[in-house]
């Protein structure tokens, strides 16, 4: 039993150290908050966790005999090891297309933008009419203002295809402009609390609380929902800088 529980501690730590490097470098560059939090991505974390921390070295348990061949063994746990490393490479590819590229401002709500939304046709026109908005793959989220174009046709054209499933506004980083040059237009979006829409009352007070304790009117119009993949949250403004002051995780919030 300790020539098991040997291997099973040796397996485990070594997963356990893959899995933090992928994971962590994932979080610090792309996943921070509230990235992990609007594109959803605890459900594939946590599936990760469970073939590397626990399937892959439970098994190395299993089948660590002592009598066993070497050969046999390390030919077993080889076998183990690729199916967990199959296993992160496509959580990890999945995690990658699924990263939080911008951190959009448009028409009257914030929203995450994930690197498979922005299409290999966009980022080429991008690259030829706005390319301080072109996303690398070392991109790292960026708070940009994604307004419709000024020429009315174009813009009904862009909303009506958005209607049908075709890419939208904040899919075009072609249009997107410096998050400071959408602030006045912000500023005129901003809600008081009780008017976002789908939020209880129960949802109100809780959002009215916080505006009190960060010393705002809690019925002042500085409040915006922030949607994405999971839950929306709220955030709350200066209204006289505009600053972002918070970002709220407000439970049960309907999208």
């Known amino acids: 039993m300790r020539f098991r529980l040997k291997a099973f501690g040796f397996h485990l730590l070594g997963s356990a150290c ?13 996943y921070q908050w509230p990235g992990w939090y609007l594109t959803a991505v605890v459900s594939v974390s946590a599936l990760l966790a469970t073939v590397d921390l626990a399937l892959g070295p439970l098994l190395t348990l299993v089948i660590a005999n002592p009598k066993k061949p070497r ?9 183990i090891a690729a199916a967990q490393l199959a296993a992160l490479a496509y959580g990890s590819a999945t995690l990658w297309s699924g990263r939080p590229l911008f951190y959009t401002f448009s028409l009257d ?10 299409d290999a046709a966009e980022i080429a026109l991008a690259a030829k009419q706005n390319p301080q908005f072109v996303p ?20 009904k054209a862009i909303f009506d295809a958005a209607a049908t499933g ?4 904040v899919d075009m980083p072609r249009l997107f402009k410096p998050w400071r040059d959408g602030l006045p237009e912000l500023r005129k979006q901003l809600k008081a609390a009780d008017k ?17 304790e960060l010393g705002y009117s809690p019925d002042a119009p500085i409040t ?28 049960t919030l309907a999208s």
Do not use: C
């Open 109 to 118: 709500r914030l929203e995450v933008v994930r690197a498979f939304e922005i």
């Open 224 to 251: 915006m929902i922030m949607t994405g993949r999971g839950e929306p949250l709220v955030a709350i403004f200066d209204p006289a800088t505009v600053q972002m002051k918070a970002l709220l995780q407000v439970p």
């Open 18 to 30: 893959v899995l933090t490097l992928v994971l962590g470098g994932l979080y610090l560059g792309w």
């Open 196 to 212: 976002l829409t789908n939020v209880s009352g129960r949802q109100i007070a809780y959002i009215k609380a916080h505006m009190r």
């Open 71 to 79: 050969r046999e063994l390390a030919r077993d746990i080889a076998i």
């Open 166 to 169: 075709a890419a939208d506004v």
């Open 136 to 155: 690398h793959w070392y991109s790292r989220p960026r708070w940009v203002w994604a307004p419709y174009p000024a020429d009315p046709k174009e813009a």
